[in-house]
């Protein structure tokens, strides 16, 4: 207004040229190349998230299965993607979906190494005003807060674990599907987890008909859960929504990793138990669901224990005299035992490693509890991690193994969300059905920043269902490995001493 008034002149040189060059620093001229990685003071990618960032936003349009093993930095990977977007200005909203325990996480990330002002959802937040939110896909699924996100319009959608979307029977990967969303990275180190079906499924959430339906997919691939055939075919169709790296392909050196099966045997009198549990099934019609009989099996293998707290709750249910007489054998002889095999075999293991920290990882809390004490018994301090803590609690566990404890003993949810490198010794003194919950256990300690070759100690005894367990596993891997790509040693041949 002074200048109209006082009828100055219009043009100034100099700000025309200040003007000018904030213009041309701003333009993207190619859509070619990261804009991103000069806007990152704080964060230094490597050559392959560069390479799989790349490869998303010019070959996948934004849609993607992040599959890089374990330790690899897919978080990194999808930080990038979502700067790039922003940068650009093709995204404006952004949802992340992660499991609870990695919220704080991946807040930390966004905010300190991106610089993306990423907010913690809150139930009184109005979503209309936040532009990116990170949640827990379990509190996103229930209502209310179901409704308020489908109510908006989400450019990018980001899953963290998505593995546990699993397939379109669950509550998860129905409200994934239902979701408006321009973009979506799946992150995910173990895209098959029990069955090739799962993949599927996956692919159908990012792109529905890649794979045809699910029937077309079937007779296309003859497939079952466990085979697939044309895997070559099937393998380029996947690499088209899929972008994994091994660590080998990373160009980064890592530490070794030494897997071995141990194999234990019972003493006389545990097979004498695990014998009664495994006639259950001739006893009565009470005990003739298949899977309540191989839970007994598979805790008899874990610890007494275990065993005992199925079998208590098991006679509260029991009606019948001769089925109650039975069970309470069993149970008399199962707390007379003195001797742990396993577990006397997981102290050997940890006597022999001058000190250096132990992970054990067991599939039950009553085993969790006996370990401990156990070990207590034996002058090794340890620490639990299981589901049930709090957050505060998980990270001070963490922090009591990492300067006290020389052993963390974990139930299945220390496997995801924890970074132990200052740890190399990892035993699976309780075998999953599942090969992929093996390589999530052993990537919280052979991912970047460990120094140490990593060794991996197996535990099954002999001639039980833990024999029945390793042949399915060697199976599965098998068919991950046809349609996905190679893995990572995680469970080698038996050795026998």
Same mark, same amino acid.
């Given at each position: 207004?002074?200048?109209?008034?006082?009828?100055?002149?219009?043009?100034?040189?100099?700000?025309?040229?200040?003007?000018?060059?904030?213009?041309?620093?701003?333009?993207?001229?190619?859509?070619?190349?990261?804009?991103?990685?000069?806007?990152?003071?704080?964060?230094?990618?490597?050559?392959?998230?560069?390479?799989?960032?790349?490869?998303?936003?010019?070959?996948?349009?934004? @849609?993607?299965?992040?599959?890089?093993?374990?330790?690899?930095?897919?978080?990194?990977?999808?930080?990038?993607?979502?700067?790039?977007?922003?940068?650009?200005?093709?995204?404006?909203?952004?949802?992340?979906?992660?499991?609870?325990?990695?919220?704080?996480?991946?807040?930390?990330?966004?905010?300190?190494?991106?610089?993306?002002?990423?907010?913690?959802?809150?139930?009184?937040?109005?979503?209309?005003?936040?532009?990116?939110?990170?949640?827990?896909?379990?509190?996103?699924?229930?209502?209310?807060?179901? =409704?308020?996100?489908?109510?908006?319009?989400?450019?990018?959608?980001?899953?963290?674990?998505?593995?546990?979307?699993?397939?379109?029977?669950?509550?998860?990967?129905?409200?994934?599907?239902?979701?408006?969303? @321009?973009?979506?990275?799946?992150?995910?180190?173990?895209?098959?987890?029990?069955?090739?079906?799962?993949?599927?499924?996956?692919?159908?959430?990012? @792109?529905?008909?890649?794979?045809?339906?699910?029937?077309?997919?079937?007779?296309?691939?003859?497939?079952?859960?466990?085979?697939?055939?044309?895997?070559?075919?099937?393998?380029?169709?996947?690499?088209?929504?899929?972008?994994?790296?091994?660590?080998?392909?990373?160009?980064?050196?890592?530490?070794?990793?030494?897997?071995?099966?141990?194999?234990?045997?019972?003493?006389?009198?545990?097979?004498?138990?695990?014998?009664?549990?495994?006639?259950?099934?001739?006893?009565?019609?009470?005990?003739?669901?298949?899977?309540?009989?191989?839970?007994?099996?598979?805790?008899?293998?874990?610890?007494?224990?275990?065993?005992?707290?199925?079998?208590?709750?098991?006679?509260?249910?029991?009606?019948?005299?001769?089925?109650?007489?039975?069970?309470?054998?069993?149970?008399?002889?199962?707390?007379?035992?003195?001797?742990?095999?396993?577990?006397?075999?997981?102290?050997?293991?940890?006597?022999?490693?001058?000190?250096?920290?132990?992970?054990?990882?067991?599939?039950?809390?009553?085993?969790?509890?006996?370990?401990?004490?156990?070990?207590?018994?034996?002058?090794?301090?340890?620490?639990?991690?299981?589901?049930?803590?709090? @957050?505060?609690?998980?990270?001070?566990?963490?922090?009591?193994? =990492?300067?006290?404890?020389?052993?963390?003993?974990?139930?299945?949810?220390?496997?995801?969300?924890?970074?132990?490198?200052?740890?190399?010794?990892?035993?699976?003194?309780?075998?999953?059905?599942?090969?992929?919950?093996?390589?999530?256990?052993?990537?919280?300690?052979?991912?970047?920043?460990?120094?140490?070759?990593?060794?991996?100690?197996?535990?099954?005894?002999?001639?039980?269902?833990?024999?029945?367990?390793?042949?399915?596993?060697?199976?599965?891997?098998?068919?991950?490995?046809?349609?996905?790509?190679?893995?990572?040693?995680?469970?080698?041949?038996?050795?026998?001493?």
């Amino acid at each position: 207004m002074e200048r109209l008034e006082n009828r100055a002149p219009w043009d100034s040189w100099k700000l025309y040229n200040m003007s000018y060059e904030i213009a041309k620093t701003n333009l993207i001229t190619d859509f070619q190349g990261l804009q991103s990685p000069r806007y990152l003071p704080n964060l230094t990618p490597l050559a392959h998230q560069l390479e799989v960032a790349e490869t998303v936003i010019e070959r996948m349009n934004g @849609k993607a299965i992040l599959a890089d093993e374990v330790g690899l930095g897919k978080t990194i990977e999808a930080g990038l993607i979502l700067k790039e977007y922003l940068i650009r200005g093709l995204v404006k909203k952004a949802l992340i979906l992660v499991p609870a325990s990695l919220v704080n996480q991946w807040l930390d990330e966004l905010n300190q190494k991106f610089h993306i002002p990423a907010l913690q959802y809150k139930k009184n937040y109005d979503l209309n005003y936040c532009s990116v939110v990170v949640m827990s896909l379990d509190t996103a699924k229930r209502s209310p807060h179901r =409704e308020k996100i489908y109510e908006q319009d989400f450019d990018l959608i980001i899953i963290d674990e998505a593995h546990k979307l699993k397939n379109h029977k669950t509550q998860s990967y129905e409200f994934v599907q239902n979701l408006k969303k @321009k973009f979506c990275l799946l992150l995910t180190a173990t895209p098959i987890q029990n069955n090739v079906f799962e993949l599927f499924y996956l692919i159908s959430l990012l @792109k529905p008909g890649h794979l045809g339906n699910y029937e077309s997919f079937q007779a296309a691939f003859s497939a079952s859960k466990h085979n697939v055939e044309h895997d070559e075919y099937l393998k380029e169709l996947v690499n088209q929504v899929m972008v994994r790296n091994r660590r080998e392909d990373t160009g980064i050196e890592w530490t070794n990793r030494n897997v071995e099966i141990i194999p234990i045997d019972f003493t006389k009198e545990e097979k004498e138990v695990y014998d009664l549990i495994s006639d259950l099934k001739n006893v009565s019609t009470v005990f003739s669901d298949a899977f309540s009989l191989i839970t007994l099996q598979r805790e008899m293998c874990s610890s007494k224990e275990a065993t005992a707290l199925t079998l208590t709750n098991m006679l509260d249910k029991c009606t019948k005299p001769e089925d109650i007489s039975y069970i309470e054998v069993i149970i008399g002889k199962l707390m007379s035992l003195e001797i742990n095999s396993k577990a006397k075999k997981a102290y050997e293991i940890i006597s022999r490693v001058n000190g250096d920290k132990v992970i054990i990882f067991t599939e039950y809390r009553g085993s969790q509890t006996y370990l401990q004490w156990y070990l207590q018994s034996k002058g090794i301090t340890s620490v639990t991690f299981n589901g049930k803590f709090s @957050k505060s609690k998980r990270e001070w566990m963490k922090q009591l193994f =990492e300067q006290k404890a020389q052993v963390l003993i974990a139930t299945e949810s220390g496997s995801e969300g924890i970074n132990l490198q200052f740890c190399h010794h990892v035993i699976n003194y309780d075998l999953p059905w599942n090969p992929m919950k093996l390589e999530q256990r052993i990537g919280r300690v052979h991912r970047l920043g460990q120094e140490n070759d990593v060794h991996i100690y197996n535990l099954a005894i002999q001639n039980t269902i833990e024999d029945h367990i390793l042949d399915l596993l060697y199976v599965k891997i098998g068919v991950f490995e046809q349609v996905v790509g190679e893995l990572d040693d995680i469970l080698s041949r038996v050795n026998v001493p």
